[in-house]
């Protein structure tokens, strides 16, 4: 996705630009999973379901 071409997918619920980040830990710090793909419009439930954890 291209935010110059989709710009409104990358408008957040209270009308700022961003794009949703999710970050998994495992214990003492060890990063497990880091997703940064997803446009500000995307609800949090959507992310969590497209990761790969389960």
Request: aromatic letters at 8%.
């Amino acid at each position: 996705m291209d935010p110059s071409l989709e710009e409104d997918i990358y408008v957040n619920r209270k009308g700022s630009h961003s794009i949703n980040v999710q970050r998994a830990f495992y214990a003492l710090d060890n990063v497990i999973d880091v997703v940064a793909r997803w446009p500000g419009s995307s609800h949090d439930s959507r992310i969590s379901q497209n990761c790969g954890i389960r």
